[in-house]
């Protein structure tokens, strides 16, 4: 395996269920990303870790729950969603620390919520 | 205030053309990094071409080019002698400041290509 791999690819949940998406990168980076991708609106950033730390929280509801076991590895836990979450999510890794590094994104889960 | 603004929703260019696509961006912060990627229907993001603020030239990578004028914040992405295979979706994005990892992205362009 080589850069970023994304599991599921398409997940259907209903709200009253609890799923995860898995990311995990194969380049050797220090710093994850989730991103939320609906239709017709940027490209949103939810959670950034670096180091295994996480450093950014885009003013997410708690129903998403990210976690970063090791710098390889990121989840994101997923509880009592709405229909609105409905969206394409995008895991990234990067460098990390100071460098204009480009991140790199993993193909992403097509999540459906009904 | 939008951050970075993509004023194409779409674009139809036919094969073998020269093409740009226009993006402009929003900063007082004098160091800051621009980025395109491309989109295709498989959903992945792929990284395309990285201008700085400080750099002097402007970026180029095979077939892409960026050009970055500072003075009016616009960092147009050209893409020379297109192919059918550069049909997809083109984000802008940028990063503020050294040490920030937050990409704002624009809305996107999608771009066909015709044969």
């Known amino acids: 395996e080589t850069g970023v791999t994304q599991t599921p690819r398409h997940l259907v949940m209903g709200m009253t269920n609890k799923k995860s998406l898995k990311c995990e990168q194969h380049l050797g980076h220090n710093a994850m990303y989730w991103y939320k991708q609906s239709a017709k609106k940027p490209l949103e950033l939810m959670f950034v870790?670096?180091?295994?730390?996480?450093?950014e929280n885009n003013s997410v509801p708690s129903r998403f729950s990210p976690e970063c076991p090791n710098s390889s590895h990121l989840f994101l836990h997923l509880h009592t969603l709405q229909p609105e979450d409905s969206a394409l999510y995008l895991c990234?890794?990067?460098?990390?620390?100071?460098?204009?590094?480009?991140?790199?994104f993993g193909p992403g889960t097509r999540l459906t919520v009904l | 205030a939008q951050k970075i603004t993509q004023t194409q929703p779409g674009m139809f260019v036919q094969e073998k053309e020269a093409v740009t696509l226009d993006c402009t961006y929003d900063t007082s912060d004098p160091s800051y990094g621009l980025f395109w990627y491309k989109q295709p229907s498989s959903g992945e993001m792929i990284f395309l071409i990285y201008?700085?603020?400080?750099?002097?030239q402007n970026a180029t990578e095979g077939r892409y080019s960026l050009n970055f004028q500072k003075a009016r914040k616009s960092a147009n992405l050209v893409i020379s002698a297109s192919q059918l295979g550069d049909s997809a979706m083109y984000f802008c994005?940028?990063?503020?400041?050294?040490?920030?990892?937050?990409?704002?992205f624009g809305q996107g362009t999608r771009l066909t290509i015709n044969p």
């Open positions: 870790y670096n180091f295994k730390e996480q450093t």
């Open positions: 201008q700085g603020s400080y750099d002097q």
């Open positions: 990234a890794s990067s460098q990390g620390g100071e460098s204009w590094d480009e991140q790199f």
């Open positions: 994005a940028m990063r503020e400041g050294r040490g920030a990892q937050k990409l704002v």
